[in-house]
């Protein structure tokens, strides 16, 4: 077998049905591989972004809520501070959220608040206050250090208005430490960060070690200008490098056995077209040999015949005609059987010539309507309205439709029917040679076509070995239908000379 790679030729058979596609065929399922798995990944990405992005919402919607609320009961009178205090210090007690609450009037100086202010504060220069003095809704400040307490917060401002005026603003600090221990409580692996649309961090859950490859998916807030944004990191290792060798062990594996089982079908079939290469040998030097023999038994024999005769003319003792008789009929015989070799002998060594087959058919006809007279046959011949030209030996052509009818003949008995018909199909000369006689069943149909091969006491068994081998050296072929008690069709098909139209 490793004979077959020395050739160049077949090392780039093997490249192109093993390596080639094994190592394509791996690149793209990897590729395809690292893309479901990044598809993958950011879905989850996706996942984390959505709920806590949900989740701080709600948070923050709880606690402007919680706001809302303290704005209504400040709103019973806005301007009776230590009542605002009151409310304020109790809220502020309860909810850990808040680091703290402060009053301020509509020009921004801080009032009271729960933390103690030591100098007078001004936020009137905050964006947030004025949008809030401006629209008279609440408004959330950028993440920022308190100038109270120096606690990292966000600041809501919510108005109260009190006869369609703005008589304050609440502010709330809300400790985005809080926030973040919230998100915290609720994430696993992934890591989340928090972004104002300033573009500021206001907090960012950072505990991934060593980032693989990471995936990352940002939602926005509804109820805050924020941003939220959720990695994940991929656990598995290098995702193509992988699956390439994975899918590289598989194909290599299958294109292996495909490629031995094409190896095995190739040199099966070179054997077997090597063993019929042998047996047609076989078969010719036989043949030859056959005919070249016959020939050589013929001439004596005509001398063997001649003489027989003669004694048989000389001898006239009952008993001496009856041995003449059957050496006379067995000298028959074997010339018989030597003519029929004969025929046997290389077709190809004679010179085919173009013929009319209704013409050849017509030479012989006198014979055979004697023959089928003689048994009693009905005979029916039918010739090709056109003439039908193909190339072949007359005599060997003639040998063929005598040797047909022969059997057709043999197989009938008194009373039966043989019809021989010419006719054209397509580019062919088809010849069928039918009977209503004995027919035969399948075992024997199997061997018709072997040499020697018969079923009658004076038959050679070369007849249709012949006209095969005839047929066949003229390109056409020979087929035999057969129905036991039924009778027999026989069809010839030769393919027409060039010339004819
Ligand atoms: P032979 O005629 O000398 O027996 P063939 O080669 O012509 O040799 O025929 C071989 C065998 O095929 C015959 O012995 C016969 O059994 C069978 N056979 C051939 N033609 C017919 C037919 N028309 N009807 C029935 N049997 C046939
Ligand atoms: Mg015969």
Redesign the pocket.
């Known amino acids: 077998m490793w004979n077959w790679f020395k050739s160049k030729k077949n090392v780039l058979i093997y490249l192109m049905i093993t390596m080639i596609p094994t190592i394509t065929i791996s690149h793209g399922l990897a590729i395809q591989k690292v893309h479901e798995n990044n598809d993958y990944y950011f879905t989850v990405a996706e996942e984390y972004a959505i709920f806590h992005g949900n989740h701080i919402d709600r948070f923050i919607g709880e606690t402007v809520s919680r706001i809302d609320m303290l704005a209504t009961l400040i709103d019973i009178n806005p301007n009776d501070l230590s009542n605002v205090q009151e409310i304020l210090t109790r809220t502020i007690d309860k909810d850990v959220r808040f680091s703290g609450f402060y009053w301020a009037n509509p020009e921004g100086d801080l009032l009271i608040g729960t933390n103690e202010l030591t100098s007078p504060i001004n936020i009137a220069d905050r964006e947030y206050f004025q949008e809030a003095i401006r629209t008279g809704k609440y408004t959330i400040s950028p993440a920022h250090i308190g100038r109270v307490t120096g606690r990292y917060i966000i600041t809501i401002a919510t108005p109260v208005i009190k006869d369609s005026q703005i008589s304050g603003v609440l502010l709330s600090s809300l400790r985005i430490d809080k926030i973040e221990e919230s998100v915290l409580k609720h994430t696993e692996e992934e890591r989340v960060f928090l972004i104002d649309n300033s573009g500021q961090s206001i907090f960012n859950t950072d505990h991934l070690a060593s980032a693989q490859k990471l995936y990352h998916y940002a939602v926005d807030i509804d109820r805050v200008p924020w941003t939220i944004e959720a990695q994940v990191e991929a656990t598995e290792g290098n995702i193509y490098v992988q699956a390439f060798f994975t899918n590289l062990v598989i194909l290599l594996i299958l294109t292996h056995i495909l490629f031995w089982l094409i190896q095995y079908a190739l040199l099966k079939k070179q054997v077997k077209f090597e063993k019929k290469q042998t047996e047609l040998q076989k078969i010719q030097l036989v043949e030859n040999l056959a005919a070249s023999t016959a020939h050589e038994i013929r001439n004596p024999l005509t001398g063997i015949k001649g003489l027989i005769q003669l004694l048989s003319e000389k001898y006239k003792d009952d008993k001496d005609q009856l041995y003449f008789n059957v050496i006379q009929q067995e000298v028959n015989r074997i010339n018989a059987i030597v003519s029929e070799l004969l025929l046997l002998g290389k077709p190809t060594a004679h010179k085919l010539s173009t013929y009319c087959v209704n013409d050849i058919l017509r030479e012989i006809e006198p014979i055979i309507h004697s023959e089928a007279n003689f048994n009693s046959v009905d005979l029916s011949i039918k010739y090709s309205n056109d003439p039908l030209q193909i190339k072949c030996v007359k005599d060997h052509l003639k040998q063929v439709l005598l040797?047909?009818t022969?059997?057709?003949l043999?197989?009938v008995n008194n009373g039966g029917q043989v019809s021989i018909s010419i006719e054209k199909k397509k580019n062919d000369c088809v010849i069928h040679?039918k009977?209503n006689?004995?027919?035969?069943p399948e075992q024997?149909l199997k061997r018709?076509?072997d040499p020697f091969?018969?079923?009658?006491e004076t038959?050679?068994?070369?007849?249709?070995?012949?006209?095969k081998r005839i047929i066949e050296s003229y390109g056409g072929n020979i087929k035999?239908d057969?129905k036991l008690n039924k009778?027999?069709k026989?069809e010839i098909t030769v393919p027409l000379a060039e010339n004819n139209d």
Not at 437 to 440: K, L, Q, T, V
Not at 453 to 456: D, N, P, V, Y
Request: charged share 15%; net charge negative; proline share 0%.
């Open positions: 040797n047909l022969k059997n057709a043999d197989a040679v009977d006689g004995d027919g035969m024997i018709v076509f091969f018969t079923t009658k038959g050679t068994g070369l007849g249709l070995v012949v006209c035999i057969s009778g027999t026989v």
